[in-house]
């Protein structure tokens, strides 16, 4: 079975918890055996496949749990709380991490639309979530099984491995998550483009007639378009993903008000206020009892 074969090539190339690059760009291996409940995080552009385990994630009080039955794609930066809450050393959480190429997935999404035959995006008006699960089908099994054959040889890594991992975006393109990975970066990625622009300028007081104008839509039609892919209103966006970007530099060492600064607040007493609002202890209990997990967000 296909997937078997994929887990024991990871299984056989590491042998502790941590991410481990392949060799091939955006391609990681990775392994959990201490369970780690739910804390603020930024999915970008990825897929994620597990091997083995469970991994969860929670976007606007929906929950996504996932295993080998189903890989998640995300295909836009959103803030999200994600833990591997079931890991264990009898029970490890086992995977592939892949970060998408937006340049490459671009051409490939926009090659399709173009070429004579290529699936076609569905006509309704609903924007597609940019996060979601797909079930394994055959073309993607044997891609990601292609790629990771590469192994560690530095030749075949050189020669095969743009053109492998090329296959399992349109693997991915063509998949149950395509509807959606083809909206973001195809034709009519409007909303993919506005997120990317406000995860670039999160320090900036970036306004909602800016982003609108951006993409050329009205303020209505660009909120309602924005709240279908991402479950959120773009100020409700704007601040998860401000006070989940901060919450990160946090647990990871940085000092409250810096990391307050860094996302865009000019008031520390705001900060304090959304901040304890949204986690229900305040920025200074949490740098003093989390940690960043050091695994996979």
Not at 81 to 108: C, F, H, N, Q, R
Not at 112 to 122: F, I, R, W, Y
Request: glycine share 6%; with cysteine; proline share 4%.
């Amino acid at each position: 079975m296909i997937k078997q074969q994929i887990k024991q090539l990871v299984e056989e190339r590491i042998n502790e918890d941590g991410m481990f690059d392949t060799g091939i760009k955006g391609v990681r291996l990775f392994k959990v055996t201490t369970a780690v409940p739910c804390v603020p995080a930024v999915y970008e552009p990825t897929v994620i496949v597990i091997l083995g385990g469970k991994k969860e994630a929670i976007l606007e009080g929906a929950r996504y749990v996932y295993d080998n039955n189903q890989y998640m794609c995300c295909t836009v930066s959103i803030p999200v709380e994600a833990g591997t809450p079931e890991a264990s050393p009898e029970e490890p959480l086992i995977g592939v991490y892949i970060s998408l190429d937006t340049k490459l997935m671009t051409e490939l999404a926009i090659e399709m639309e173009s070429t004579a035959g290529a699936v076609k995006l569905p006509k309704s008006s609903n924007q597609p979530p940019g996060m979601s699960l797909a079930n394994w089908d055959d073309a993607f099994s044997d891609a990601l099984l292609r790629l990771l054959q590469l192994g560690d040889d530095k030749a075949d890594l050189s020669i095969l491995g743009d053109s492998r991992l090329r296959e399992l975006y349109y693997a991915v393109l063509k998949g149950e998550a395509g509807v959606s990975a083809r909206r973001a970066f195809g034709v009519g990625n409007e909303i993919a483009r506005s997120i990317e622009y406000l995860s670039l300028n999160l320090s900036k007081n970036v306004t909602i007639d800016e982003l609108a104008s951006l993409v050329g839509m009205s303020r209505a039609v660009f909120h309602r378009k924005f709240k279908q892919a991402t479950r959120m209103s773009p100020i409700q966006f704007m601040k998860s993903m401000r006070l989940n970007n901060a919450a990160m530099k946090i647990a990871s060492g940085m000092n409250v008000s810096e990391a307050a600064m860094a996302v865009g607040y000019v008031s520390s007493s705001q900060f304090s206020r959304e901040f304890k609002r949204l986690y229900g202890v305040s920025a200074k209990q949490w740098s003093q009892s989390q940690e960043l997990p050091k695994n996979i967000a």
